[in-house]
Nanobody, 126 residues
């Protein structure tokens, strides 16, 4: 199982970035893919999740209305479009995969995800 994130970088407040998570080594449409983030000195936070098999999506309150998660099953890739970025969005962003039937019960619970990517840094300047 492999998850590879890309798309991070430095952007000014109010700007946008799109993160990608390319997955391989498992049955993509049987899994939910989530984005977590961790800022220095803070706990890991569940940001968003998508289960393409049933259309389930989850957003943390802190990103609702600004971030959009989507899935391209043909490419086994999940995207996170981040608009109206704020300095407090600065963090390392990780994608994670877990069985859809388990994850939908607690999309922000990191313990339900069994595979993780290496992370990509997002820095939002003020």
């Amino acid at each position: 199982v492999q998850l590879v994130e890309s798309g991070g970088g430095l952007v000014q407040a109010g700007g946008s970035l799109r993160l990608s998570c390319a997955a391989s080594g498992f049955t993509f449409d049987e899994h939910a893919i989530a984005w977590f983030r961790q800022a220095p000195g803070k706990e890991r936070e569940g940001v968003s999740c998508i289960s393409s098999s049933d259309g389930y999506t989850y957003y943390a309150d802190s990103v609702q209305g600004r971030f959009t998660i989507s899935s391209d099953n043909a490419k086994n890739t999940v995207y996170l479009l981040m608009n109206s970025l704020k300095p407090e969005d600065t963090a390392v962003y990780y994608c994670a995969a877990g069985e859809s039937r388990l994850v939908v019960a607690g999309a922000s619970d990191a313990g339900l995800y069994t595979s993780w990517g290496q992370g990509t840094q997002v820095t939002v300047g003020s």
